[in-house]
């Protein structure tokens, strides 16, 4: 790893730690150079993910398109950038249980907004707006009236 200070690739590591889900592992440390500390997030490297669109078109699974839609839904939101990651693994590790290589965007969606609503509800309506491409005010109303109901 390079360091964010002064660039150099010499560190060492002085703590490691594994998430609750063991999916990634979280490593502090330090330049032998200038001495600055830093984090750095390991995480296990999916391939072969492919995202089947609603118009049946097929693309690789992007894991910052995901990061991007969320990250917009929760701006300027209470939620900071460990739950976003925490939700996008959940998310993932959930969609790679259920299906195969073959994931329904639907599905994604599904997933993201079902984790949203725990979240934050603000979030949750900016990322259902997009999702469900809300065409007026009454669609909006509809989706904040169904988070009151069990």
């Given amino acids: 790893m390079r360091c964010p200070k002064c660039t150099s690739i010499e560190d060492?590591?002085?703590d490691s730690r594994i998430s609750k889900e063991g999916n990634t592992i979280r490593r502090r440390r330090e330049c032998?150079?200038?001495?600055n500390r830093f984090s750095?997030?390991?995480?296990l490297v999916?391939?072969?993910?492919?995202?089947?669109?609603?118009?049946?078109?097929?693309?690789?699974?992007?894991?910052e398109k995901l990061t991007r839609s969320i990250r917009a839904a929760c701006h300027k939101r209470p939620i900071d950038d460990e739950q976003?990651?925490?939700?996008?693994?959940?998310?993932?590790d959930i969609l790679e249980a259920q299906f195969d290589t073959q994931i329904p965007s639907r599905a994604i969606g599904d997933a993201v907004m079902e984790r949203l609503s725990r979240i934050?509800?603000?979030?949750?309506v900016r990322f259902a707006s997009i999702y469900k491409q809300f065409r007026d005010?009454?669609?909006?109303?509809?989706e904040i009236e169904s988070l009151d109901r069990p």
């Fill in 12 to 14: 060492k590591v002085i």
């Fill in 32 to 35: 032998l150079e200038c001495g």
């Fill in 40 to 43: 750095t997030t390991e995480t």
């Fill in 46 to 63: 999916r391939e072969g993910l492919i995202v089947v669109k609603r118009d049946e078109r097929r693309e690789e699974f992007d894991r």
């Fill in 84 to 92: 976003v990651a925490m939700l996008i693994e959940d998310v993932i």
């Fill in 120 to 124: 934050d509800q603000v979030a949750y």
């Fill in 137 to 142: 005010a009454s669609e909006f109303i509809e």
